[in-house]
T-cell receptor, first 113, second 116 residues
């Protein structure tokens, strides 16, 4: 089982719709969870982070965390063509000598105009 | 947010030469820096984790003698690809983080390496 799993997609949604991106993780002791957006040929940029169970909203983005189910999601409201990118779920896990961040393989999102 | 720079942004070199990539945190002191490699249409692959003043921790399968990492200060880490070969051609990305497991990573813009 992969440590952080995402559906690779592509996920295609029409402009204005809600895009829902999902991620599961294996380490029950994980404390910090992040969503990054990566445009083709560019490096990842942080969109959201969440530490506590529940929802966290920032503009059109909402991150949801359920530690009991080991599940984290990202909702994008009023999707725009500029949201088309690969979205990476990342989880901080304790490791020998400190912590390390495990990235999922990413979900490709296409927003159709 | 915090800014991380990388230099060069792209480099083309001949097979057998060595290439050094610099990663700098511009407005914060980074306790930990990470080096990733990403091949086309694939996800990020963590190569190594470096803490200032100590040896880097390499991921399984990453040759430490080939990918030399130096983290001499809290704002600078370097990755040297020694005796580069065409299969080393990739997108190399660094990130920097503050201490603690909760802190997010701030990514540099990446360096595209092409080995002829």
């Amino acid at each position: 089982q992969k440590e952080v799993e995402q559906n690779s997609g592509p996920l295609s949604v029409p402009e204005g719709a809600i895009a829902s991106l999902n991620c599961t993780y294996s380490d029950r002791g994980s404390q910090s969870f992040f969503w990054y957006r990566q445009y083709s040929g560019k490096s990842p940029e942080l969109i959201m982070f969440i530490y506590s169970n529940g929802d966290k909203e920032d503009g059109r983005f909402t991150a949801q965390l359920n530690k009991a189910s080991q599940y984290v999601s990202l909702l994008i409201r009023d999707s725009q063509p500029s949201d088309s990118a690969t979205y990476l779920c990342a989880v901080n896990m304790y490791s020998t000598g400190g912590f390390k961040t495990i990235f999922g393989a990413g979900t490709r999102l296409f927003v159709k105009a | 947010g915090a800014v991380v720079s990388q230099h060069p942004s792209w480099v083309i070199c001949k097979s057998g030469t060595s290439v050094k990539i610099e990663c700098r945190s511009l407005d914060f002191q980074a306790t930990t820096m990470f080096w990733y490699r990403q091949f086309p249409k694939q996800s990020l692959m963590l190569m190594a984790t470096s803490n200032e003043g100590s040896k880097a921790t390499y991921e399984q399968g990453v040759e430490k003698d080939k990918f030399l990492i130096n983290h001499a200060s809290l704002t600078l880490s370097t990755l040297t690809v020694t005796s580069a070969h065409p299969e080393d051609s990739s997108f190399y990305i660094c990130s920097a983080s503050l201490a603690g497991a909760r802190n997010e990573q701030f990514f540099g813009p990446g360096t595209r390496l092409t080995v002829l």
